[in-house]
């Protein structure tokens, strides 16, 4: 039986176990929705990605990502590790180089650049964030994640629901003390939370200015507001909606801003995202998420 070849690699960071990790399926050709929903719950992590051939022969691939549970319209570390795949298994160790890659969400330009630390991708956020409406009171919130009502917020950084195309609720909290004893009650969350991805209750962005590395501009943490709930060790998508807040509570100045965000150290799985935000005329115009990728493992799909 012919096998479908895919990779396995860590997506923001440049260690090997660390990160969050993804497969790619290579070959999704003859691969219908459900099956690619079947192979994503056997491989069991947060999402995986289906490589196939491009609606329009200028751009890189097609590419669809899917978690166990259902279909991303886009995802940052899948976007991330993907372009890095591509762009190595064409022969490009050496060069930069920019494509795009044809998502649910649209069209999304990639840029890869080499150094001495490895390959590095960003990309372009098709969406740039929006925040939505939202009723759920700062105590509820504090109460779901078992932190008190005053442990909620910092300087004028207060709870809100923002989405770059995958909706989060952002949660500033008073430092790492506070961010590391933050546990989601999934069950309890159902009751309150607005709508996210796949009709699911929206995930928990946590995040704090306080930070192990002081070279990164913010801490997070992100809960998957399932049964059970489960944390995500560096989410691409969760910094892209979250870009909405900075821009929102910070009042980021004219041109570029560029930032760092450290996620995964509670969960063993160190990352970093880089976050790039384009101001002009006192607001967002455009925006970026950047990260290196490391393979750690490759097979055959036979299914």
């Avoid at 909290?173 to 590391?180: E, F, P, R, T």
Wanted: aromatic share 8%; glycine share 10%.
């Amino acid at each position: 039986m012919k096998g479908r070849k895919y990779l396995l690699y860590d997506v923001f960071t440049q260690d090997p176990l660390t990160g969050n990790p993804l497969a790619i399926v290579l070959e999704a050709e003859g691969l219908d929705a459900a099956a690619m929903q079947r192979i994503a719950r056997e491989f069991n992590l947060s999402e995986t990605a289906f490589v196939d051939a491009p609606a329009d022969p200028k751009h890189k691939a097609r590419v669809r990502i899917f978690t166990p549970d259902y279909e991303m319209p886009f995802a940052g570390h899948p976007t991330v590790g993907t372009a890095i795949a591509l762009s190595e298994l064409a022969g490009g160790e050496d060069a930069d180089e920019i494509f795009v890659l044809e998502e649910n969400i649209g069209l999304v330009r990639c840029a890869i650049s080499r150094n001495a630390s490895g390959p590095f991708a960003e990309f372009d956020l098709v969406e740039l964030p929006r925040q939505l409406k939202l009723t759920v009171e700062p105590e509820v919130v504090g109460a779901v994640l078992g932190l008190d009502a005053d442990e909620i917020g910092f300087e004028n950084h207060r709870v809100g629901l923002w989405s770059a195309g995958v909706p989060y609720l952002t949660v500033p909290v008073a430092n790492l003390g506070v961010a590391a004893r933050a546990r989601l009650d999934s069950a309890a969350w159902q009751e309150f939370a607005p709508t996210g991805t796949g009709g699911s209750a929206a995930n928990v962005y946590v995040y704090t200015r306080d930070t192990h590395d002081r070279d990164n501009a913010f801490h997070a943490r992100m809960f998957v507001a399932g049964n059970p709930s489960y944390e995500d060790p560096a989410t691409g998508s969760a910094a892209a909606a979250f870009s909405g807040a900075i821009m929102h509570f910070d009042q980021l100045p004219e041109g570029p801003t560029r930032l760092w965000i450290e996620q995964g150290m509670e969960m063993g799985r160190p990352s970093r995202i880089r976050l790039e935000i384009d101001v002009k005329g006192g607001r967002m115009i455009s925006a970026r998420i950047g990260g290196h990728a490391v393979k750690v493992g490759e097979g055959q799909l036979f299914a």
